[in-house]
């Protein structure tokens, strides 16, 4: 096969259970971005048998999608602009995040629509400046007193979880908490009260509340590897690994240049490797010689730029490898999904969801 993303379902499986050792609150499996590139419904029905009670989504075709599947578990889609169709959410009992007035003003006359009672969670912005009520919260107390919602949730997210010693954490904590008591004090008692992500679970268990919100690291991977460590260290199991065949082996001599701009040069006669793989594919175009793959039982670092539908290695003079060969660019072998990262000046996150559809998964 051209390229392909093996999916080790175990190792999610496994990285929920190291999760629930760790926290006694609910988890919810964050599975957005078609489960941060490892498929949306494959995992989703793997986190809910090893003990996930909820999903959580961005957008709202993911949660309709689940939906589609029979997945019955509870389902939060937490970024549906305001054109998102919530009677179709309501039909579908998928709850909604509450991030603002308007939201609540749409989400109330869709369930008047559809006559049934729609399941929000109210977002609140805690010093992020990203999603959430933040300026409108009185005007929103008010209005949502008597609203025709159920609240069944009140949550808020981390910025920089990923450094648990930064006083921001502290601070958004106690926003949180006493935004939570003045909407008590209007008589609302949401049931589900959620913050955690990721690094808060696996770093701050004040934080963890009635549901944690686990995404990179249900997939195995570090939130952070400078801050808090590698997936080793933390005992995480990634769980994707990318092949892709060699294209073409071949011999040059030394001083060939390599690829658009001839940005690099061999440096001796060598074998190179086209790898049928490129940033169509999801591969960072902008990628140093950091990164590379393994095949033949050695690691063989990239060399010139990315293109398209191909990249090249430098297997060395010696090796073993010939074409049609299948490399593995990132897994337990060689090169880590963290490689790659920094490799491209990124983070895991980027590196794993943007492995594009083009790229057939396969579930072990
Ligand atoms: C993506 C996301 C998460 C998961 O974050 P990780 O760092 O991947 O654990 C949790 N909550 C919300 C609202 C998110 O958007």
Known sequence: MRAFVQVDLAAIKNNIALVRSKTSSQILAVVKADAYGHGLV??????????????????????????????????????????????????????????SLKHLELIVAAGKAVGKRPRVHIEIDTGMSRGGLLGEWEEFLIAVKGAEVDVIGFWSHFARADEPDQVANVNQLTQFESKLAELQGVGINPEFIHFANSAAILTNPSSHKDIVRLGISMYGLSPDVKTLGSSINLELEPAMTLKAELHLVKRVPAGSPVGYGATQVTSRDTKLAIVAMGYADGIPRSTSDSAGVFVAGAKAPIIGRVS??????????????????????????????????SAAGTINYEIVTRIATRVPRIYA
Do not use: H, N
Not at 47 to 60: D, F, I
Not at 316 to 325: L, M, R, V, Y
């Open 42 to 99: 494959p995992v989703a029905k793997c986190a809910v048998e090893s003990g996930a009670s909820w999903l959580g989504v961005a957008l709202l075709e993911e949660g309709l999608t689940l939906r589609e599947s029979g997945i019955k578990a509870p389902i939060i889609s937490w970024l549906t602009p305001p054109s998102s169709d919530f009677k179709k959410a309501i039909q579908s009992d998928i709850d909604l995040s509450i991030p």
């Open 308 to 341: 398209m539908d191909q990249f090249v290695v430098d297997l060395g003079p010696e090796s073993t490898a010939q074409t049609g060969d299948i490399a593995e660019v990132f897994g337990a072998l060689g090169y880590s999904a963290d490689d790659w990262a």
